[in-house]
């Protein structure tokens, strides 16, 4: 009798531990709980909470946030020195407030840049929306080394310790792996990326940092960024991972493919980010790419699915998320996290891009931001891998 309330509470113990281990996943986070994180991108209808039913998934579904524009140079310091902090600390805080996972998108880019930020007259130009950009010839060498110091430092250093993880380069390679010709490299040649790196870890030590691009199935792509990595490694610089960004498209590229490239990654020691996950439903007549100034005109038939996805696509497109979702589990002690560009199909740059004004449903939740049926197919078996 003595021993009854000991005994009483490793009983309630033991069964209170089983009951936990019986409970079954109800999101994607908790499907993928002890494997990696999974991202949603926010626009500022999330962050601002104007946009309350995708506010209410990402806080529901996602265990990590990217911010979609609202980091970009563009849009942050739009005239030299001139810093618009407003809705990136919407986007922080809005991750603070829920827990998430923040990641910063992103410090170096050809794109989105600013229009100032390489040109001699930049220094003078006043933003006025819709204003052309500020052409050549590009600032010296030294005043874009100033320049883009002061960019990394200032953006990485506002948000030390809220930021968890920075893209430090975006797309700095053409798909034959050779630089792009973007002013980064025709002005400071590979050199640039060693600065960025160095610069962003200086600023926050603790962040995680890393390299990221699309098309990253194609072998001489993803064997230069090897040899980035194995570089940025030798000369002591902080490297965390490599990011595929996989705008995947209903045929290419194959599971295969993405696996080969994964593997030659994780073999240089770095981690992987799945980070601009989205599938296109749609018709693919051009060449694959992300690079968002390729555009395409709009022809009825690349837009088949005005309204709403036939059975047969949609049951593809499920299957076929559901085969990459079984390698990205597979490799998840080299997968960190898995973001998918958007919050649901409604608000997806994939009905703009490439082509203007079509409708597209490449994202895990539709438009009443229901989740696919490869979602439930996710959060019934995840744990089991
Ligand atoms: C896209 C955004 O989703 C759009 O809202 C914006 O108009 C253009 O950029 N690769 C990237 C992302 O790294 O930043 C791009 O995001 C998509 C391609």
């Known amino acids: 009798m003595k021993n009854f309330p000991k005994l009483l509470i490793v009983l309630l113990a033991v069964t209170a531990l089983a009951s936990c281990a019986d409970k079954k996943p109800a999101t994607l986070a908790e499907a993928f709980k002890g494997k990696f994180t999974i991202g949603a991108t926010l626009n500022k209808g999330v962050y601002s909470g104007t946009d309350t039913a995708a506010a209410n998934l990402v806080i529901r579904q996602f265990s990590s946030i990217t911010a979609e524009n609202c980091m970009k140079q563009e849009n942050i310091q739009p005239e030299k020195g001139k810093f618009y902090w407003d809705e990136a600390e919407a986007f922080v805080s809005f991750g603070e407030k829920y827990d998430k996972e923040i990641i910063g998108h992103n410090l170096v880019w050809h794109s989105q840049m600013a229009r100032w930020f390489a040109f001699e007259d930049g220094a003078k130009f006043e933003f006025i929306p819709g204003q052309r950009p500020v052409f050549p010839p590009y600032c010296s060498k030294e005043e874009f080394l100033e320049r883009m110091h002061d960019h990394i430092t200032t953006l990485v250093s506002h948000f030390k310790g809220r930021v968890d993880v920075w893209e430090v380069c975006n797309e700095i390679l053409e798909?034959?792996?050779?630089?792009?010709?973007?002013?980064?490299?025709?002005?400071?040649?590979?050199?640039?990326?060693?600065?960025?790196?160095?610069?962003?870890?200086?600023?926050?030590?603790?962040?995680?940092?890393?390299?990221?691009?699309?098309?990253?199935?194609?072998?001489?792509?993803?064997?230069?960024?090897?040899?980035?990595?194995?570089?940025?490694?030798?000369?002591?610089?902080?490297?965390?991972?490599?990011?595929?960004?996989?705008?995947?498209?209903?045929?290419?590229?194959?599971?295969?493919?993405?696996?080969?490239?994964?593997?030659?990654?994780?073999?240089?020691?770095?981690?992987?980010?799945?980070?601009?996950?989205?599938?296109?439903?749609?018709?693919?007549?051009?060449?694959?790419?992300?690079?968002?100034?390729?555009?395409?005109?709009?022809?009825?038939?690349?837009?088949?699915?005005?309204?709403?996805?036939?059975?047969?696509?949609?049951?593809?497109?499920?299957?076929?998320?559901?085969?990459?979702?079984?390698?990205?589990?597979?490799?998840?002690?080299?997968?960190?996290?898995?973001?998918?560009?958007?919050?649901t199909d409604a608000t997806s740059w994939k009905n703009g891009f490439p082509i203007h004004g079509r409708t597209d449903y490449p994202l895990l939740f539709d438009r009443a931001c229901q989740p696919k049926p490869v979602v439930n197919w996710i959060i019934a078996n995840a744990q089991k891998f």
Not at 191 to 210: G, K, N, S, T
Not at 266 to 274: D, E, P, S
Request: charged share 25%; net charge negative; glycine share 4%.
């Open 175 to 343: 798909d034959d792996g050779t630089f792009r010709k973007s002013p980064y490299y025709n002005i400071l040649g590979e050199e640039f990326v060693y600065l960025a790196f160095q610069w962003a870890h200086e600023a926050d030590p603790d962040a995680r940092l890393y390299l990221n691009d699309y098309n990253m199935h194609i072998p001489a792509k993803v064997d230069t960024y090897v040899r980035l990595v194995k570089e940025l490694q030798s000369r002591g610089l902080r490297v965390d991972a490599v990011g595929m960004q996989e705008h995947l498209d209903i045929n290419n590229p194959t599971v295969e493919e993405f696996e080969t490239s994964l593997n030659k990654i994780a073999a240089t020691g770095v981690k992987v980010y799945i980070t601009e996950w989205d599938m296109s439903a749609l018709p693919n007549p051009y060449l694959m790419s992300a690079e968002i100034t390729n555009r395409f005109e709009y022809t009825p038939e690349t837009d088949p699915y005005k309204e709403g996805l036939s059975a047969e696509q949609s049951k593809l497109w499920n299957n076929r998320v559901q085969s990459f979702v079984e390698c990205y589990l597979k490799h998840a002690d080299v997968i960190d996290r898995w973001t998918q560009w958007g919050t």
